[in-house]
Nanobody, 115 residues
Framework: QVQLVESGGGLVQPGGSLRLSCTGSGVIFSISNMGWYRQAPGKERELVAGITSGGSTNYADSVKGRFTISRDNYKNTVYLQMNSLKPEDTAVYFC?????????WGQGTQVTVSS
């Protein structure tokens, strides 16, 4: 079975940094496209950053220049480095991948940016 487990969320002040991690089982990250999504209360889930099996990346305009997605295929882990955090970044962050025609999501990790 495919399982994705996120970690690294927490409470941080505006301007601070966090690094989220997503470790997978039942899926080989080196041949998989991966993504980070987030969902704030009352809002739709949105794509934050994506990385292909070939290493190409893309970002939402709202986080471009502040967030960086990366992967470590040996550890079967994908990271999201979040810098210069803003209150509007507050959300539950989810790891995502697709195997065959099926979508797989992690359980989510809470990120709260507040003073």
């Amino acid at each position: 079975q495919v399982q994705l487990v996120e970690s690294g969320g927490g409470l941080v002040q505006p301007g601070g940094s966090l690094r989220l991690s997503c470790t997978g089982s039942g899926v080989i990250f080196s041949i998989s496209n991966m993504g980070w999504y987030r969902q704030a209360p009352g809002k739709e889930r949105e794509l934050v950053a994506g990385i292909t099996s070939g290493g190409s990346t893309n970002y939402a305009d709202s986080v471009k220049g502040r967030f960086t997605i990366s992967r470590d295929n040996y550890k079967n882990t994908v990271y999201l480095q979040m810098n210069s955090l803003k209150p509007e970044d507050t959300a539950v962050y989810f790891c995502y991948t697709k195997r065959s025609v099926y979508d797989y999501w992690g359980q989510g990790t809470q990120v709260t940016v507040s003073s």
